[in-house]
């Protein structure tokens, strides 16, 4: 079956606060934010949809019937472990690319682990993992797709995890992150798919459903 990747995404490093007034607000009060994340997420759009989907995405996780007992006490550290490290990017040297990526990591986590987190899509911004399948990568890649603006693709195999945005594509959705061994690229064409990583050739992969 046809996969489209239903995600607008820019470049990693252009993220940066809109500085206009919210169109949407952050799961929590913000007029009791603590703390310059929190601050930070109250003053920034996509941030602030990043952090909705991401409260909603736990709340179906742990309200989830099929779900034991110690699981739900694991998923309860898990989340409480998560918003501290969200809240330590403070000290990173772009805060905003360190929040934004702290988001898509948890978000590709829940929908990975949690059956319950994918169960309402229709009323949420985020659709996988999606199994990505290159020649050239001895594993498969799970996907994770974000419709924000920009947009963003998570992407994780073996060790590796790539966050890229989406920038303007003819057809498909592209999207491109600038990393420190140079520029990747992944562009979505329905089923099929290119993938560019920093010193190796253009890979063309195929998109599937995860079961």
């Not at 169960?119 to 985020?126: A, E, M, Y």
């Amino acid at each position: 079956m046809p996969i489209r990747l239903f995600v607008p995404t820019v470049a990693l490093a252009m993220l940066g606060t809109t500085g206009a007034a919210l169109a949407v607000s952050p799961s929590f009060d913000c007029g009791n934010a603590k703390g310059q994340v929190e601050q930070l997420i109250c003053k920034d759009d996509t941030l602030a949809r990043l952090d909705r989907e991401t409260t909603r995405l736990y709340g179906m996780a742990l309200d989830a019937r099929s779900l034991p007992a110690p699981q739900k006490k694991t998923l309860l550290a898990e989340q409480r472990g998560w918003i501290k490290g969200r809240n330590d990017c403070w000290k990173a040297s772009d805060a905003g690319v360190c929040v934004t990526a702290s988001y898509l990591e948890r978000i590709h986590e829940l929908r990975h682990a949690y059956a319950g987190a994918r169960t309402q899509d229709d009323k949420g911004i985020s659709r996988g993992p999606f199994d990505i399948r290159c020649p050239d990568i001895k594993a498969v890649i799970a996907g994770t797709f974000v419709q924000t603006e920009p947009g963003f693709a998570y992407l994780r195999w073996l060790d590796q995890q790539l966050v890229l945005t989406q920038t303007p594509a003819a057809s498909g959705a592209r999207y491109a992150a600038t990393t420190g061994n140079g520029e990747a690229m992944f562009w979505d064409k329905g089923p099929d798919a290119q993938l560019t990583l920093p010193g190796k050739a253009d890979m063309n992969c195929r998109v599937g459903i995860r079961d």
